[in-house]
């Protein structure tokens, strides 16, 4: 699919959503995430093709792999998190939204204090004197 379509549908969606919201706001939601799992997947090849060739950067740049995967952790723990809090927002759930954004970050501050502790560790080493 490409962003032609999937702005079509989005907006095809959101018509439908807006016009449902009214009566059956159930349906609505339910037509809101069935239209998002869709794009989703519509997706996933192009983030399958972005990670291949980020891994093939990574190890071209002799990265070492648990720092690049723990990155990719990350990058998506932060986009998980994100597209759960707005579904959440959508459903008028906005305190609910705001744990899960905040569960994502403690699970992304868990992921990079080892990233965190290496850098310090290196700038540590670069210092004259410093005995680690």
């Keep these: 699919m490409d962003i032609i379509q999937i702005v079509s549908l989005g907006l095809v969606a ?13 349906a609505a939601f339910l037509l809101l995430l069935f239209t998002v799992i869709i794009i989703f997947l519509s997706i996933l090849d192009q983030v399958k093709h972005i990670f291949a060739l980020l891994s093939y950067m990574a190890e071209q740049a002799q990265v070492e792999p648990f720092y690049f995967k723990t990155i990719l952790k990350i990058i998506g723990i932060a986009y ?23 569960a994502g970050k ?6 990079a204090i080892p990233i965190v502790t ?11 004197g410093y005995l680690g």
């Design 106 to 111: 403690l699970f992304i501050l868990m992921l």
């Design 118 to 128: 290496a850098v310090i560790e290196t700038i540590l080493n670069f210092i004259p």
């Design 14 to 26: 959101a018509l439908l959503i807006i016009l449902l919201k009214e009566h059956k706001s159930s």
């Design 80 to 102: 998980i998190a994100e597209f759960g809090a707005q579904l959440i927002r959508d459903a008028g759930l906005n305190s609910l939204a705001s744990k899960v954004e905040l």
